[in-house]
Nanobody, 123 residues
């Protein structure tokens, strides 16, 4: 299984973007899904995760109340709705999947990664 991230681009501060992460290949089993990001010159950081059944959602403090992670009814595609964007949200955004139902804030606990999609926010 591979993950394909899309939806990145450029936006003005205060604007919105929606990222998508869709699997390709064989059907997913029980996997929690997450978004991470890597700002220029910095380490990769956690953004948000959603459990396999959608019952648990967790977001980092830096994006809480602005970004929303959700998944479609078939649980295949996961989205990251980003509102009220800030220049500090500029980063390469990665989607990831972790076997089992529960999410994690640790990147090393995810074993499937998408290729990354660039988000650039200008002031």
């Amino acid at each position: 299984v591979q993950l394909q991230a899309s939806g990145g681009g450029s936006a003005q501060a205060g604007g919105s973007l929606r990222l998508s992460c869709a699997p390709s290949g064989r059907t997913f089993g029980t996997y929690a899904r997450a978004w991470f990001r890597q700002p220029p010159g910095k380490e990769r950081e956690f953004v948000a995760f959603i459990s396999d059944n959608g019952g648990t959602i967790y977001s980092s403090d830096s994006v809480k109340m602005r970004f929303t992670i959700f998944r479609d009814s078939a649980k295949s595609t996961v989205y990251l709705q980003m509102n009220r964007l800030k220049p500090e949200d500029t980063a390469l955004y990665y989607c990831a999947a972790r076997p089992g139902g529960y999410g994690s804030r640790r990147a090393d606990e995810y074993d499937i990664w998408g290729q990354g999609t660039q988000v650039t926010v200008s002031s």
